[in-house]
C-alpha cells in the first residue's frame, strides 16, 4: 500500500475521474516528482483496464451481429424444417391416396361401363 501522505487516497478517485480540475491538479503535480505513486498509479492503471469491460469497435460489432443473426436464420429453419416435414409428409401421402382413390374408381366405373355394354 502506498503510503506517501501528499496524494493519499486521491489515487482511486483521479483513476475513475471523480476528482475536481483543482485536485486532479494535486495529484498531476505530485505524480511528477514522486515516483513511487506514479508507479502505483500505473499498476492500478493497467489493472482497471483489464477489469474495464471490452467495447466492440463497429466493425466487430457489426461482425458479431451479422454472426449471431445466420446462427439463429440457421436455427430457425432447422426448427422450421422439423415442423414442416411432417405435414408435407402427410400431404404428400393424403395426395397419393386421393390419386389412388380416384384411379381405381375410374377403373370400376370404366370396367362396370364394358360390362353393361357388353351384356
Ligand atoms: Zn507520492
Known amino acids: 500500500m502506498n503510503q506517501c501522505k ?3 487516497n486521491l489515487i482511486g478517485p483521479y483513476l475513475y ?6 485536485e486532479a491538479e494535486i495529484v498531476e503535480n505530485h505524480l511528477n516528482s514522486c515516483e513511487r505513486c506514479r508507479l502505483e498509479v500505473d499498476v492500478r492503471r ?6 474495464a469491460p471490452q467495447t466492440p469497435t463497429p466493425e ?11 446462427r439463429t436464420l440457421r436455427a430457425d429453419r432447422a426448427v422450421a424444417g422439423a415442423i414442416l416435414w411432417p405435414r408435407r409428409a402427410f400431404v404428400a401421402v393424403a395426395a397419393g391416396a386421393v390419386a389412388a382413390a380416384l384411379f381405381l374408381g375410374g377403373m370400376w366405373v370404366g370396367g362396370r361401363r364394358r360390362r353393361e355394354r357388353s351384356a
Open 6 to 8: 501528499h496524494i493519499g
Open 46 to 51: 493497467k489493472v482497471l483496464a483489464r477489469l
Open 60 to 70: 466487430e460489432r457489426t461482425r458479431i451481429l451479422l454472426a449471431v443473426r445466420a
Open 17 to 22: 475521474g471523480d476528482l475536481t480540475t483543482q
